[in-house]
């Protein structure tokens, strides 16, 4: 299966409120890869953390990486309506040249 | 002042047609990709290049064929349009060619074949 799998698929909460999306994947990486699809728009990219680093904020967004576990999550807190999108991980490809990116959490924040 | 961009931004085709689709960046990046997004927003990567040598050919049609006629340009043509190319295709830069890298995305062209 993909390497870089997100869950839940979809998510829908309140804003104000905290969403946690989780990334699995299967071989050993460097660094992993946070990114933002808005609706009829291009991926921007959030957040990178490396291997070594098992934690990493930016603004509202933290990201924890296991390398053990080989997963990551990402947290957004005090959610707002205008986080709604898609969120991927993204790995590289062990000794290729790809980016390997998950099919994505659909987060829906209701204002 | 747009750093990847594509042209056009919506392309409504009749089966059988060739078409193509134009990137540009100005990031000053070496590495330039074609990735196809389906119905199901899962990413697939087409093709890339590296200072205008292709890098990563994917298992796609050969009616599919890219063209770098420099860094700062990956062009996509499509020969005899099938209805299962319908799809939203993005263009990426890097600067480096290794999948660790952070990239770019322009803001895509939807294809649509009737």
């Known amino acids: 299966s993909q390497q870089g799998e997100e869950d839940p698929q979809a998510l829908s909460i309140q804003e104000g409120e905290n969403a946690t999306m989780n990334c699995s994947y299967k071989?050993?990486?460097?660094?992993l890869q946070w990114y933002r699809q808005n609706s009829g728009r291009g991926l921007v990219h959030l957040i990178l953390i490396r291997s070594n680093e098992r934690e990493k904020h930016s603004g509202r967004l933290r990201v924890t990486l296991d390398t053990s576990k080989k997963s990551s999550s990402l947290l957004i807190t005090a959610s707002r309506a205008a986080d709604t999108a898609s969120y991927f991980c993204a790995t590289p490809e062990a000794g290729g040249f790809k980016t390997i990116f998950g099919a994505g959490t659909r987060l829906f924040v209701k204002a | 002042d747009t750093a990847v961009s594509q042209t056009p931004k919506y392309l409504v085709t009749q089966m059988g047609n060739d078409k193509s689709i134009k990137c540009e960046q100005n990031?000053?990046?070496?590495?330039m990709y074609w990735y196809k997004q389906d119905s199901k927003k899962f990413l697939k990567i087409m093709f890339s290049?590296?200072?205008?040598?292709?890098?990563i050919n994917e298992t796609v049609p050969n009616r599919f064929s890219p063209k770098s006629p420099d860094k700062a340009h990956l062009n996509l043509h499509i020969n005899s349009l099938e209805l299962g190319d319908s799809a939203v295709y993005f263009c990426?830069?890097?600067?480096?060619?290794?999948?660790?890298?952070?990239?770019?995305f322009g803001p895509g062209t939807r294809l649509t074949v009737l």
């Open positions: 990031l000053g990046h070496d590495t």
């Open positions: 071989t050993s990486i460097n660094n």
């Open positions: 290049y590296n200072n205008k040598e292709l890098i």
């Open positions: 990426a830069s890097s600067q480096d060619l290794r999948g660790w890298d952070t990239q770019y």
